[in-house]
């Protein structure tokens, strides 16, 4: 029997590297489809609705939408840019036949550019490129567009996904073109009509057999106070209607027979109930409490699993727990219990495919494991947000054992600097024991390297890499593989002020002691023994009595207590936080606070720890 196409029908996922322009480009395709009435109020980057997502201008989940053009429906997926979010990306190229590529005119590809074509390509799915942002005074469209031939042919493309159409566009301005414009000119279209056609000229319809059972798939999950839990389900064959019995198909092989209570589809940002759907289409289902992602809804009389959806393994991992501090409780914490905290990590693996949680030798306390750094201090952040109290362990890397040798994994760092920071940058990279594999000068006064640097390497490289440079380099890393363990590495050169007693700062003890280092809270602050204080200007900790005041006496003083020299502090975020601990430290993580602090508070027991140490050795 020959396949069927649905010819009304595109569904397609957009890629790109971080803040290449995806939301902003969908934004401006939701308005030219009429998705909005004129006078409607609606957000700049629609798409990004997580308050996290707003703050930091990244795409952290991925979503879809829907624009009806000319009678066919376009289902949109945006996926993340930010490698640390790939389990987003891999779920949402299982719901598409096509991917519109985003590269920056200025920038070019990148090494997010490079991981989510990689997939894209292994998934045998034809690729559109949308040179974006053509109007940057600093375009150079040319170069760009051979730098992603370049990127295609490393990645060993087949033949015909390497004859890819090419769109120039300015998504701010919602125009796009198949001419070429000037560097830092504007497409030469007035709408974004071209880049549509080209959709709907290229993306392939849904193809279906009309004689296969029901088959979709679940490639991801939200939750509805009204509904509970909904499954976004992509249909590959048969028919899905409101109230109908399926198989409901699980990862561990067992089938049970379930009742589909709603069904609905996404019309623009709204998902709206819909009294059946077919093959090709995205939809959401209500009426199953447990279902998981990667699960198949099938003909009860004939029930055929689809494969489970693979995401790569996690490569960092940090303990976290309940918060054991001495000031535990006391900040508008509301979930503190152990329990509390695993029911939370529990519902994130139902959502997110690429974290996994362990136990560890404590009962309250779990090892939760990511795809790098950025991806669980989100995890991190949302749960402060959400009022819970945490201990949060220095990130590690997930080691894996290969022919009885430890490998650990290695990124593909891109950097761009000035060439005056070439030899500091290419210094500190040394250090984390980085190799070069190539270097590029485009000749007006920035250079990019590409390095492969060991993860663990790359830990609190960012903020030292930003002072390197005076705050104008721009870095992206990418995992690459694993190869066998690097040895030690040096981490942060300086030590910690650690504070050796309970109380108050004050300006007093603060302004004798700036000498030492740089302090990461101000007078007032609530200190306790073995909670940092401030960063050491040597490598050793200094234990500091930040709590001093000064002896009052009743002999006037000719000098008047002058704290006007006194520094402001430099107040850490969760992530600043998370790159600056190390081994022997650890966050604790409030509603209203983030503080580092000694995992072992006690000073005297700490002394006892690092003598024992020095004999074993």
Partial sequence: MPFSTRDDLRNVAIVAHVDHGKTTLVDAMLWQSGAFRENQDVNDRVMDSNDLEREKGITILAKNTAVLHNGMTINIIDTPGHADFGGEVERGLSMVDGVVLLVDASEGPLPQTRFVLRKALAAKLPVILVVNKTDRPDARIDEVVDETYELFMDLDAAEDQIEFPIVYASGRAGRASLNKPADGGLPDSEDLEPLFQVIKDTIPAPSYDPTAPLQAHVTNLDSSNFLGR????????????????????????????????ELMMTEALERKPAEQAGPGDIVAIAGIPDIMIGDTLADPEDPRALPFITVDEPAISMTLGTNTSPLAGREKGTKVTARMVKDRLDRELIGNVSVKVLPTERPDAWEVQGRGELALAILVENMRREGYELTVGKPQVVTREIDGKKHEPVERLTIDI???FLGAVTQLLAVRKGRMEHMTNHGTGWVRMEFLVPAR????????FMTDTRGTGMAHHVFESYEPWFGELRTRASGSLVADRAGAATA??????????????????EVYEGM???ENSRADDMDVNITKEKQQSNVR???ADNFEKMTP???????????FCREDECIEVTPTSVRIR????DAKERERTRARTKRGQ
């Fill in 230 to 261: 909904i499954a976004l389900c992509r249909i590959h064959s048969g028919e899905l209607k409101k109230g109908q019995q399926v198989a409901w198909m699980q990862r561990d092989g067992s089938v049970s027979r379930v009742k589909i209570t």
């Fill in 418 to 420: 000035p060439e005056e």
């Fill in 457 to 464: 390497g790359l830990i609190g490289f960012r903020t030292e």
């Fill in 508 to 525: 007093f003890a603060i302004t004798n002691l700036q000498e030492r280092g740089t302090f990461f809270v101000g007078p007032g602050t």
């Fill in 532 to 534: 940092i204080v401030g």
């Fill in 557 to 559: 003083s000719s000098t």
């Fill in 569 to 579: 502090p430099k107040l850490l975020s969760l992530e600043e936080s998370l790159e």
């Fill in 598 to 601: 000694k995992v072992v508070l």
